[in-house]
Each structure stands twice: as structure tokens, then as C-alpha cells.
């Protein structure tokens, strides 16, 4: 005789929806063997005679600066590195040095992407969150086949004389972009270097990507906790 209630499963009672975890990669040092824009500027050094001569017109300014703002110093060589480009030219350009630049042996790290790649087969939302330019490390990206990754990256901006740095997207700025990208927490970040304390702090676990001991300390005297420390090839 039936009662008019109505049963319901207990796999359906108990189902629990499981949100996938965030994890964060930097780029430089993590997943590619040095810094890539760093490369992509010297590139167009030695490309051009007439770069390298503006590069010397510019040496008073640097040693004026340099004491006071590294920063500024390397803005500087930036813009002169990309004197005359337009957002096209610049585009090319990256997308024609990251496709030489992916040929290159033991440029990448073979256990970084690795990683990337295992968080991504579990379900993990993976973002690349660098101060790499967005148009470089984009086309890197898709070169290592990795294109439906999202980036978090230095933006530049075209000008009269050509592409300018618009944003430099180190330190705190991370998860400041990360905020403003609808991120407001992560679980996993990788990163090679004690300036990503910003980024690192807020994971449930941080990891130091070869990483000397002394900089494993000074790192988790900065995040107040102990890290976890991986050897990257």
C-alpha cells in the first residue's frame, strides 16, 4: 500500500559536489629556466645596433635612477628595447620568439610542466600568474600545448614612441589581479622566489621551486609557517 511519501535515494541524499581546487603557478623560474621577457629584450638587443646605441644614450639616466629605483632602470631599457614597435609589431614579435624559444633544449622545466599538467588531469583550476608580459607568455603557453590555461600576467600598453609598461605584475600586485579576476582564494601556489610572499601567503600550501635552504627559512619567516620545498628539473 503506498503512503504518498516519496524515497529518496541515499547515493542521492549523500552526494557531496566537490569544487575543484585553484592552483597557482608562476612562470619564471617554476615552469621555463630563467626569465622569459629578460630573454625576449636582450633578443631584440641583439637584433639591433641602433637599440644598443640607445641603450648607451640612456646610461647617464640609469646610474642617475638605478640607486634609487631598479625599477625604473629596467622600465627604461623596456622601452627602448621596444622603441617604434605598435601593438602589432609587438605581437609578432612575441608570438615569433616564443616559437623559437620553445626549441630551445632544457629551456622549460620538465618537472614544473609536469606538475601543471597533473593538476590539471585532477580537475584543478590552474592559473599562471607571472610578471611576464601577457602577449610572450601566452604564445609560450600555447606552444607547450598548454593554451586553455588561464594567465595573470604584466601588461604593456602601445605608445607614440612605442609599447610602454602599462602593469608589472610582481609581488603584491598578484593577488591584487587575482581579486580583480574573481579569485578570492587558492589552494596550491608554486613559486621560485621570496617576492611572492603575497601570493604565497594565502594558500593552504605554499611551495618553494628549488629553493636554497637558507631562502626555504627566509621565505617561511615571511609567510609565519613552514613550506613545502621541491627539486625542479
Known sequence: MSTGETNVEPAAADAIVVSPRTVLFDFDGVLIHGD????????????SVLRKIGALLTLPWLLLVMPFSRRRATHTLVHVALLGMSE??????????????VRRPKQFCRDGLNALRRHQAAGDRVIVVTGCEHMLVSHILQQLGLSEVEVLASQLRPGLLGMRVKLHNV???????LAAFGVGEWHVAYSDSVVDAPMLKPAAEAVLVNGT?????????????????????
Do not use: H, M
Not at 171 to 177: D, E, F, I, S, V
Not at 213 to 233: N, Q, S, Y
Open 213 to 233: 635552504p637558507k631562502l626555504c627559512k627566509k621565505l617561511e619567516k615571511a609567510l609565519g609557517r613552514t613550506i613545502t620545498r621541491v627539486d625542479w628539473f
Open 88 to 101: 602589432q609589431r609587438y605581437r609578432a614579435a612575441a608570438e615569433a620568439f616564443a616559437n623559437s624559444l
Open 36 to 47: 622569459a621577457f629578460d630573454l625576449f629584450v636582450r633578443d631584440r638587443y641583439q637584433r
Open 171 to 177: 609581488g603584491r600586485r598578484k593577488p591584487l589581479q
